[in-house]
């Protein structure tokens, strides 16, 4: 709970969150396939956003057990 009031969590959810809709846009300016790709797009971008999430809490977990014990 705590991790969610860091600063860099704002920052990936509300990137992520802009880039999706601007991603969600381009169907509106191609032509066949884009909402495919619209969708593989998002979802990738999910991906990257829950991996750093991941990887963030993770090292932010492992540096305060370090901090308890020295």
């Given at each position: 709970?705590?991790?969610?009031?860091?600063?860099?969590?704002?920052?990936?959810?509300?990137?992520s969150s802009v880039f999706a809709v601007f991603l969600a846009s381009t169907p509106y300016?191609?032509?066949g396939d884009d909402p495919k790709l619209v969708k593989d797009s998002v979802l990738?971008?999910?991906?990257?956003v829950g991996l750093f999430g991941a990887?963030?809490?993770a090292s932010s977990s492992v540096a305060?057990?370090?901090r308890?014990?020295?």
């Open positions: 709970m705590e991790l969610l009031r860091q600063p860099v969590f704002l920052l990936l959810m509300t990137s300016f191609g032509f990738a971008t999910l991906l990257l990887v963030i809490s305060n057990e370090i308890i014990y020295l």
